[in-house]
């Protein structure tokens, strides 16, 4: 089965799953007097929103790479992913302060509808967080989606125990208490995931330890220096590494193939190296720096 048209079934079911949670939860945060349900609808719709960028750069990423774009599309999920996580970041942002002016100015809640409209937004989300899971594991563009929705079902969950305090207590004040709670947890998730995507964007190199790659080649045979070494990530799976080899000088253009093979094998084993690309050289640049 076609593993393209399985990830847009499913981005479709948790788009639609996520529009209607929108509207229950918008009418009925307004019903009820809860920020937590309004937070919530906000947050659905935007989600709706991130679900479709996610899944347009989704098929995008899998376009392979051309004369245009010889490294292929896969940076369009990176862009997705960083768009998706900063719009979060701007939203936890404005739930945190909304909830400390109802600190200050509390409203009256109908806990028993809070309540229904939250099963039904925790059901809807759950569903929606288990369609993503699989994919969130390898992919970021889907981790930050699968982000939206976890946000989704904590809110959902926060909101849920909320209404069972306001029912029992009447602690109004609760409801903005969880929803702060939940916004900071997500803020230092979402702000991982832009982080990531920056260093990508940037081509910082991953977390590779470069003198452990330069001890690694040199038990090649006939290797006896590696320099100008660089190493970059296309996405959060594909990382690329080139470099200059000193190679000694009796070695052949055929030797020279066995110790590209052996150097390759040993990058991909040892660091996870997708595409390895060498240079070789007797004694120029034997001295160099690793990093250049």
Known sequence: MDHTKITGRKFLAVTILNLIITIAEFFGGIISGSLGLLSDAV???EDSISIVISYVANVIGQRHNNSAKTFGYKRAEI????VNSSILI???IIMIIESIRRFQKPQHIDGLLM????IVGLLANVISMLALWS???DNLNIKATFLHMLSDTLSSIGVFVASIFIILF???WVDPLITIIIAIWLLKEAFDVVKETINILMEASPNIDLEAVKRCVLTVPDVVGIHHVHVWMIDENFIILDAHLNVRKKCNMDQLEVIYDQVDSLLKKEFGVSH???QAE????LKDPLID
């Open 170 to 172: 009447n602690w109004t």
């Open 43 to 45: 947050h659905n719709l």
């Open 276 to 278: 390895v690309t060498l």
């Open 79 to 82: 862009l997705a992913a960083f």
């Open 282 to 285: 007797c004694t120029r640049g």
């Open 115 to 118: 309540m229904g409209v939250s």
């Open 90 to 92: 701007i939203i936890t």
């Open 135 to 137: 994919g969130s594991k």
